[in-house]
């Protein structure tokens, strides 16, 4: 479906602060100087590139991906001589860069991402809410890094009978926020590690008020409980060859079932032996615009209640999911551009990257979620990929009295 461009007309002020100031609004100076001195990694010497600027400088190398870190910097060169009260901001060669790079380290870009990465959308955004629900989703990704020495030690590289093959991979599950596309949490690891695994470590971000949407990699016993415990509901995709018994069909067509830790969950002590969950559960096969068929989908809630959620309007949320997928084809393809590799030679400056990455994906979003409102339509009908040329156009042609 062809998306809808930002309107000057209808968001014309928006428009007019879609500069660097833009970004300072959603990353304002006070919370990178916080970032820093929480992280003790604030100037305390008079550098030719403070702390502060080599900051949003990686969120500028998410904008820019295309661009090299020496022209970023030109670009932000600017509008931060006036913002930060600097007569003159040179260049410096491309070494003295990546030794800014590494002093500033990931850590303030994590702190930064994790006060940003919060729910914004309300009861008035479409798609955003079930009955009373904030709709999540959780996926993953994994994006090509730089094939050094430094980077394979710590990531990994995939390997088949012949040796290794491909680059170096980073691999992250990232929680999203259905409505807006927001990111709400990431975790990272190598391109080899287990991907459920790694969102063990987002589970204790989800809350009551939240009905998280996960696919059949991410269900076993001891997951779906620890999530149940935090979430309102879950809505998750299953295996079709999990065994699951009626115990009582529902007027929709659904029916109840109980779940069990498997051998294996117990004899690890993950679970123990005899433990019994009640769930539900819907199995249908989506029917394509073309007239064929797919192959069965099992879902499985812990919204036991036909009436209060009927089987069709759940197997419906479900496709919001792909909001997710959705939202990783605009980070990789039109933020970072297709089979584009990051550009960082050891692994603490490609963490440092994927942070400004998803800094400058999520300050992306919260420009169209704020034009959204302003066009009183969905999020996701707006164009990304115009958004992001509009951002960067207002960048590298600031007004004046944005940057004042």
């Known amino acids: 479906m062809p998306r809808r461009p930002m309107s000057a007309r209808n968001t014309g002020e928006l428009l007019q602060d879609l500069s660097l100031a833009a970004i300072m609004r959603y990353l304002p100076p006070e919370d990178v100087k916080k970032a820093l001195a929480d992280t003790r990694t604030y100037s305390v010497r008079q550098r ?20 090299s870190v020496r022209e970023n910097l030109r670009i932000l060169m600017e509008p931060l001589r006036r913002k930060f009260g600097a007569k003159t901001l040179g260049v410096p060669t491309g070494a003295a860069i990546t030794k800014a790079r590494r002093r500033l380290g990931a850590a303030p870009l994590m702190d930064l991402f994790e006060a940003l990465a919060k729910p914004v959308a309300t009861p008035k955004t479409p798609g955003a809410f ?96 620890a999530c149940a415990k935090r979430a309102g509901a879950l809505l998750w995709r299953v295996k079709n060859n999990l065994n699951l018994p009626p115990i009582s069909i529902l007027e929709d067509g659904s029916y109840l079932a109980e779940i069990r830790p498997s051998h294996k969950l117990t004899k690890s002590g993950k679970s123990i032996k005899g433990e019994v969950c009640v769930v539900r559960v819907m199995e249908y096969c989506p029917l394509f615009a073309d007239g064929t068929q797919g192959e069965q989908v099992r879902l499985m809630t812990t919204l036991l209640d036909a009436r209060q959620a009927p089987a069709e309007e759940l197997c419906n949320l479900f496709t919001r999911r792909w909001e997710t997928e959705s939202g990783f084809d605009e980070f990789k393809t039109h933020l970072r551009g297709p089979q584009r590799v990051l550009r960082s030679q050891v692994p603490e400056l490609v963490e440092q990257e994927l942070y400004g990455f998803l800094l400058a994906y999520t300050v992306v979003r919260l420009t169209m979620t704020e034009a959204a409102r302003h066009q009183r339509c969905p999020p996701r009908e707006l164009s990304f990929i115009h958004t992001v040329r509009v951002i960067r156009r207002r960048i590298a042609f600031p007004p004046d009295d944005q940057i004042r």
Not at 52 to 64: D, K, N
Not at 197 to 222: C, E, I, N
């Open 130 to 225: 079930y009955r009373g629900f904030r709709v999540v989703a959780v996926d993953g990704t994994a994006v090509d890094i730089q094939d050094t020495d430094a980077n394979r030690a710590c990531f990994g590289i995939h390997a088949n009978q012949h040796g290794p093959v491909g680059y170096p991979q980073v691999k992250a599950v990232i929680m999203t926020e259905c409505g807006s596309r927001i990111p709400l949490g990431c975790v990272y690891g190598g391109g080899d590690v287990y991907e459920p695994g790694l969102f063990d470590a987002l589970v204790p971000q989800l809350t009551k008020d939240m009905l998280l949407l996960a696919d059949r990699a991410y269900y076993d016993f001891a997951r779906w409980q």
């Open 48 to 67: 030719l590139l403070p702390s502060e600027v080599v900051a949003y400088l990686v969120v500028m190398l998410g904008l820019y991906s295309d661009a």
